[in-house]
């Protein structure tokens, strides 16, 4: 086979084979073919798309071209959940330990972050001493013992991603359905759950803009997921403004434990809840929507749910003090108000402004080598349907820097200030089964 024959079939809108994608993938894997060969068949992806099939080829190509975690020593039916990515997601910290209260088993491998979203294992590594470098045989024993376990992801699960995704970012085509189902399935499936739930975002701060996009992206996955065996679920969710009040790894930390105290923000807790009911289901433990939601919601109010994530926290070297007294999470020196110049209701927060505003006081990282900062971040006291008076304050900026300026502008202008009540979207707009 020739890679310039699969880019021209590619440019000319025909279909590869399942052998052919099966070469290529190959070839991008152990680095025979060059990379401006792949850059030129990525960017006829981009315009010419793939069908269901070839996603699906490249999909089980990515799959197979490392090593895939065998979950099989964990009992109970294991349930991953992945999100594509916004501002505020903090889920990940709260769906964990209440599913895993429930009894479902959760062994999750979790991502740093990376631009204007954050990564689960960057937040939890707030907490002094906890870390997520299990080897598979800690990562099954810990599950097994405490019925949830976060890990880093290991250098050799779908490596082929890894080179994609890298050449993606440099060429302009990261934007592309086909890629992004095939990219995050292909991870989810090496990583060995039963069953997944992804939660798909949908508005400015995410990847797709809009909602056709974002469920044209979630039936592709859960036809994916569905395709190779494995219960998949999609619920579309709102990303039009940061999810909840805390943006930044140690805040996102402390906005986790209120709502695992009961006292959350209702359209996180709201999510939380409808995710984490799904994954009790697919994992066996409730008949159904109704009783799961009924059996979580005693679970969280009870507190069974915070003490599965102090047990957790602990059980991976984690100071569970930090838990009980959140206040000892690491703190920015400075707080800083950022003031509305009008009076009226807010329009709409720009999600991905104020993620780049938080990345720019360091709690994310612009390249993959960079490292972030723990202590720095937003605490948004205004939301979107709040009203305001001029002077009031909209957020707080926690800052190492005494006057970070260009974070403050950039979190000023994310504000739209109206005369008019805005439509808020709701924080759930599908679910695709
Ligand atoms: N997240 C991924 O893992 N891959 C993509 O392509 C986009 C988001």
Redesign the pocket.
């Known amino acids: 086979m020739r890679m310039v024959d699969l880019i021209q079939k590619k440019r000319d809108q025909k279909t590869l084979a399942t052998e052919e994608i099966n070469w290529l993938i190959r070839g991008v894997t152990d680095g025979t073919i060059p990379d401006y060969q792949v850059s030129a068949w990525l960017m006829a992806v981009y315009f010419n798309g793939m069908s269901r099939q070839e996603t699906r080829d490249l999909t089980q190509a990515i799959v197979q071209s490392g090593d895939t975690i065998q979950l099989n020593g964990i009992k109970g039916i294991k349930v991953d959940k992945?999100s594509?990515?916004g501002v505020g997601d903090k889920t990940s910290l709260i769906v964990g330990p209440l599913v895993a209260a429930a009894g479902v088993p959760v062994a999750k491998m979790s991502?740093r972050g990376l631009g204007h979203t954050g990564g689960t294992v960057d937040k939890l590594e707030s907490i002094a001493g906890f870390h997520t470098e299990l080897d598979e045989a800690a990562f099954i024993e810990h599950v097994n013992k405490y019925k949830l376990a976060i890990v880093g992801q290991t250098g050799q699960l779908a490596p082929a991603?890894k080179k994609l995704?890298a050449m993606?970012d440099v060429t302009a085509t990261?934007d592309?359905i086909p890629?992004?189902?095939?990219?995050?399935m292909g991870?989810k499936l090496a990583s060995g759950a039963d069953a997944i739930i992804l939660d798909v975002k949908v508005g400015n701060g995410a990847?797709m803009k809009t909602l056709d996009k974002a469920r044209e992206l979630a039936e592709q996955m859960v036809e994916i997921g569905k395709g190779l065996g494995k219960p998949t679920i999609a619920i579309l969710s709102d990303m039009n403004e940061p999810l909840g009040y805390e943006v930044g790894n140690a805040n996102e930390v402390k906005e986790a434990i209120e709502v695992l105290k009961g006292n959350g923000e209702p359209r996180l807790t709201e999510l939380c809840l409808t995710i984490a009911s799904h994954m009790t289901i697919l994992g066996g433990v409730y008949p159904s929507l109704n009783e799961a939601r009924q059996a979580l919601e005693e679970i969280l109010h009870s507190g069974k749910a915070l003490n599965m994530l102090r047990t957790f926290v602990e059980a991976q070297g984690g100071d569970p003090l930090m838990i009980d007294q959140p206040d000892k999470l690491p703190q920015a020196p400075h707080q800083l108000p950022v003031l509305s110049d009008k009076e009226g209701i807010v329009e709409s927060i720009q999600a991905d402004e104020v993620g780049l505003a938080a990345m720019k006081l360091g709690a994310g990282r612009e390249t993959k080598e960079g490292s972030v900062d723990h202590s720095v971040g937003i605490t948004l006291v205004k939301k979107v349907g709040d009203r305001v008076e001029k002077g009031e304050t909209l957020a707080f900026i926690h800052a190492k820097e005494t006057n970070p300026v260009e974070a403050l502008n950039q979190l000023k202008e994310a504000y739209s200030i109206s005369d008019e009540s805005p439509s808020v979207p709701p924080i759930i707009y599908e679910i695709i089964q």
């Open positions: 992945h594509t990515g991502g991603d995704y993606r990261v592309s890629l992004i189902a095939s990219s995050i991870k990847f």
